[in-house]
């Protein structure tokens, strides 16, 4: 693929995308995953750099392990996890852990990566626990918008079900949706980075809503017996989301007129070379008729070349005739 066509990072950074609607749709996976993982061993598999498992040691985790197969995000991990959790560089192919390791795994905005997703999901299920729980993501492709260069195959909600579904019992699919909202709240008030619904209890929501096209993310939670049910979560970013939307939107528009200007020059310098083109082809069937009045020219030439020549022969055989010479004198006078 062209370098200029890699326009989207392979894993989320949350210093880089703070406060913005993809740090609030990351986060509240774990947010929300986090309430399973109290008194509990925890995998985050592919943990980047480590937001995950710092969020859920504040939820109570007692043995928390990350792997990641980027060193970079490896390093970055241990930087921000410290001794509070393991961070093993490893392939989630083939992951450097043992046996029925874990009560609970998550995977999330991974599975797309991977060129065998079944592998994967296979390993996944190798480490946790017979009892334990595998909480895993991918975005919907139905919904999620553009072209990630990254992803190997996105699965609809319910084909990752299917797909988790060969190794355990038991599946329950959530959908994640993400809007863009305005808030009214006092002058010293500031926009939480997530909440539960629990805490928007005392909170007036209007909601206006069009027709909804489904998730754009799908989650699955598996586990050999019926997996607990995980209440709703909602995420908020800051408040300038949406105005740096806006800047998306607007940057967008002017790159979509830059190219359809080009595009406008490309016709008219088309529309050009295409008059010009007219012009050359009138100009070569003139040439194409004068080159065709050849042979009858060369024709021509060959039959005055030929009287020319008998009435040459006629002229001398007159001056050599014997009346010719005889008539001589008279000629004269």
Known sequence: MADHEKTNP?????????????????????RWAARLVDGKAVLDCACGTGYGLEMYAAAGATALTGVDVDAEAVELSKGRNGDAARIIQGDIGKLPLDDDSFDVVTC???????????????????????????????????????????????????????????????TAVYEQRAWLGSSIATGAAKAPKARS??????????????????????????????????????????????????EQVENAREGAEAVRKDAMAAFERGNEALSQLHATSAQLVDANQE????????????????????????????????????TKPLRRG
């Open 197 to 246: 619904t629990d805490d928007l209890a005392s909170t007036d929501v209007l909601r206006l809503s069009t027709e909804d096209q489904g998730p754009i993310y799908g989650i699955v939670v598996a586990a050999a017996a019926t997996p607990p049910a995980l209440e709703d979560l909602v995420a908020v970013g800051d408040a300038f989301e949406a105005r740096w939307w806006e």
């Open 108 to 170: 999330f905005e991974t599975i797309e990566h991977v060129e065998d997703a079944a592998a994967a999901i296979a390993e996944l299920h190798r480490v946790l626990k017979p009892d334990g729980i595998l909480v895993i993501s991918s975005p919907n492709p139905d919904v999620y918008v553009g072209h990630n260069e990254h992803h190997v195959h996105e699965f609809r909600p319910a084909e990752l079900a299917e797909a988790v579904g060969k190794h355990f019992d038991h």
């Open 10 to 30: 392979e894993r989320f950074d949350p210093s880089e995308e703070a406060g913005r609607l993809i740090e609030s749709e990351h986060r509240a996976r774990y």
């Open 291 to 326: 080159l065709a009045q050849i042979p009858l020219l060369r024709h021509k030439l060959a039959t005055l070349e030929e009287q020319h020549a008998d009435l040459s022969r006629e002229y001398h055989a007159l001056l050599e005739s014997t009346s010719w010479k005889v």
